[in-house]
């Protein structure tokens, strides 16, 4: 996990250390704490059955309620949501009852792209989506995701398989969407 540190601080001043976090003081120490970060960066290339518009249409629409279509217990906030990015919270369950606050920030770039900047208790990642077409009605989606733990450590496989198994929840509800509508 980590290395905790204590340095005594009499004088009443802040210590700080670079790389490492201030844990609030007891009595006149500080508690700082380092800890070991790992990055891992995955690679996924799905094709989906839908075409190019609704696919980047669907993936862009945040809503509070995506987090169902995965069964996740965590939560989504829409705080800003416009052509060119949206901006969500993600409160999840943490091990001590408290919920992990994290932040999404996504750029948009309408029918080629968009970037994520995700800034949480547990994590940061990046990740790039880029969407081609493919034909009439089959687009691939690409991600590109760098994430950096702050609580665990995970390989790249971890993620590789978290990502996807996300991903497959995600793309049956897409294409079941898509279906449905092509149906009418």
Known sequence: MGKFRVLSNTSGQRNYVPGFLEFPKLNSISLLFEH??????????????????????????????????????????????????AIYAKL????????????????????????????????????????????RSKTELSLVFTETTKIGDHTAKDVEDFVNNIWDHYLEALEKEYAARASC
């Open 36 to 85: 070991a970060m790992s990055k891992r960066t995955v690679r996924i290339s799905r094709i989906i059955n839908a075409p190019l518009r609704f696919t980047y249409d669907w993936w862009t629409d945040y809503r509070d309620t995506d987090m169902q279509i995965i069964g996740s217990k965590n939560r989504r906030i829409i705080l800003e949501k416009t052509k060119n990015r």
């Open 92 to 135: 999840s369950p943490g091990d001590n009852g408290m919920p992990m606050v994290g932040v999404n920030i996504v750029t948009l770039k309408p029918y080629k792209s968009w970037h994520l900047d995700y800034f949480g208790e547990e994590c940061d990642e990046i990740g790039d989506y880029t969407i081609t077409k493919l034909g």
